[in-house]
């Protein structure tokens, strides 16, 4: 099994700031990766696929980056609804998703 | 609009079992997977398996082999999961969506279904 690590935890950051979250493979997942956002109460939302592009109806200020074992979303300007949980997941082979990266407002 | 809507909440005794349905629209059924995943109160997503219907194709999660089983129905467009063997820890909600194949994101997400297991 493929084990997906993000970091932090939890991230603050005021709105208008960039934030970055970071998502690391146990071993290489070529860009397999997605991102997903969930808000409380709410389904998680695919925002990133292949690792950096961005899902239909994505703002441009969500991207993504990465391959192999070390992948990252940036959110620049964080606007209020940003706040949100984050999670990666890689599909490489059998799926399987980060913890989750809690964003709060500063 | 591409939907899945899912069946309501369940409460179960520990050692039953729960079946949830996923209903699609027909475009998004035939030529697509249809993947389970969970996320216990408070907790991350953890995916369970998937089902390509046109295949009859399943896939599972090595922590629920033996405990799950997906099925579809192309005549409803209409995907089932069913979890034996429930135990408290399997309270939950539970999601299907869709993906391109078994190894794929998943967009979109049906509404969730609760699971509360409790004696």
């Known amino acids: 099994e493929i084990v997906m690590t993000q970091s932090p935890d939890t991230l603050s950051v005021s709105p208008g700031e960039r934030a970055t979250l970071s998502c690391r493979a146990s071993?290489?997942?070529?860009?397999?990766v997605a991102w997903y956002q969930q808000k409380p109460g709410q389904v998680p939302r695919l925002l990133i696929y292949?690792?950096?592009t961005r899902a239909t109806g994505i703002p441009a200020r969500f991207s993504g980056s990465g391959s192999g074992t070390e992948f990252s979303l940036s959110i620049s300007s964080l606007q209020s609804e940003d706040f949100a949980v984050y999670y990666c997941?890689?599909?490489?082979?059998?799926?399987?998703f980060g913890q989750g990266t809690k964003l709060e407002i500063k | 609009q591409v939907q899945l809507v899912q069946s309501g909440a369940e409460v179960k005794k520990p050692g039953s079992s729960v079946k949830v349905s996923c209903k699609a629209s027909?475009?998004?059924?035939?030529?697509?997977?249809i993947n389970w995943v969970r996320q216990a109160p408070g907790q991350g997503l953890e995916w369970m398996g998937g089902?390509?219907?046109?295949?009859?194709?399943?896939k599972y999660a090595e922590n629920f082999e033996g405990r799950i089983t997906i099925t579809a129905d192309e005549s409803t467009s209409t995907a089932y999961m069913t979890l034996n063997s429930l135990r408290s820890e399997d309270t939950a909600f539970y999601y299907c969506?869709?993906?391109?194949?078994?190894?794929?994101?998943?967009?979109?997400w049906g509404q969730g279904t609760l699971v509360t297991v409790s004696s």
């Open positions: 071993q290489s997942v070529s860009s397999n």
């Open positions: 292949g690792a950096s």
């Open positions: 997941q890689q599909y490489n082979n059998w799926p399987s």
């Open positions: 089902i390509i219907p046109i295949f009859t194709t399943t």
């Open positions: 027909r475009d998004t059924f035939s030529s697509y997977a």
């Open positions: 969506a869709r993906a391109s194949s078994l190894w794929s994101w998943l967009d979109p």
